[in-house]
């Protein structure tokens, strides 16, 4: 056997509603076979990672690759997700463009930094303020034009053109930096953390010598208790009204509607943030956000200019 792929029927209704976003990733020696276990996560409406199916393949190549993505597919009523995040790798990279060739690809951010992390730390520190700036450019540009530009400037200031660590970073700029994402949906995600937080719950189930059959019986156990934790969540956001509606907005009672309370208090948590910053008209549709206290948890210091037109892209 060379390839295993199985998906429940919970998983195949879940994936209609919550099917847009897929994290995909793969890990070693779940099972007495050494064969990568790869399950795909999805984000349901309450924020929680939720299992849409998984696999096991024998080798890490194109052919596996492949095999796997198609059967996913099929399961799920030949519907291709409309972007999938996952680690860098070529062979699986070529897989997604192969069978999903109209769903966005994004690489996890994480492996892509932390490939140079090392070998760039005593450079950075050679060039005091060059690490905060380049996470300022990689973090909060708004657009492709933007980050091009603060890039080149940053660049321009601190000499930097030689490193070819830094040229590592700019020649994949397209695979990870979320300006490049902007009209993409990847709800609160950058990496495949999503994929291997569940990796971790995983290892507390299951164990390398363990067969298939044994692996399969656990993953039922865990989905079960997902399938709770998701019944909990529905009953508490049907019952229960969220508290701390501290501003007069019209918009908080509207939302408080149709978002779960899990979601709402992640608007609530960016709304009261807003209310940091005071915005002033440059010229025409461009304005300027600057911190009326100094200091804003999270967003630190930093002074944000925007255009009016592309408001729902900073938001995101």
């Excluded at 034009?145 to 930097?160: D, F, P, Q, S």
Aim: hydrophobic share 35%; glycine share 6%.
């Amino acid at each position: 056997m060379r390839n295993l792929f199985w998906a429940d029927g919970a998983a195949r209704a879940a994936y209609k509603e919550f099917g847009d976003c897929v994290s995909f990733d793969a890990t070693y020696m779940t099972n007495r076979y050494k064969m990568p276990f790869a399950p795909f996560i999805c984000i349901n409406n309450h924020g929680m990672s939720i299992q849409m199916g998984c696999g096991f393949m024998k080798d890490e190549t194109i052919e596996c690759f492949t095999c796997l993505f198609n059967n996913f597919q099929d399961a799920m009523g030949n519907v291709a997700p409309s972007t999938i995040i996952s680690y860098q790798d070529q062979a699986m990279g070529a897989a997604i463009a192969a069978v999903f060739p109209n769903t966005v690809h994004r690489n996890c951010r994480w492996h892509i930094v932390n490939k140079v992390q090392g070998p760039l730390g005593s450079y950075l520190t050679s060039k005091p303020g060059l690490a905060s700036e380049l996470n300022e450019c990689m973090d909060y540009s708004v657009s492709e034009a933007k980050y091009e530009a603060r890039w080149a400037a940053v660049i321009e200031k601190y000499k930097a053109h030689e490193n070819k660590h830094l040229q590592f970073l700019y020649e994949l700029r397209r695979l990870y930096i979320p300006a490049y994402y902007m009209e993409s949906f990847f709800p609160f995600l950058q990496s495949t953390a999503r994929s291997e937080g569940f990796n971790a719950v995983l290892k507390r189930y299951v164990n390398p010598q363990m067969s298939i059959l044994n692996f399969v019986q656990q993953y039922v156990k865990i989905q079960e208790k997902i399938a709770s934790a998701e019944d909990e969540n529905e009953f508490t956001s049907s019952e229960k009204v969220p508290s701390g509606l501290f501003s007069g907005y019209p918009s908080k009672e509207q939302v408080c509607k149709f978002y779960t309370r899990s979601i709402y208090f992640k608007f609530q948590c960016e709304l009261k943030l807003s209310t940091s910053y005071k915005i002033t008209n440059v010229s025409g549709y461009t304005y300027t956000l600057v911190s009326t206290k100094g200091f804003v948890f999270g967003y630190g210091t930093r002074v944000q200019s925007f255009c009016r037109c592309g408001l729902q892209k900073l938001c995101l």
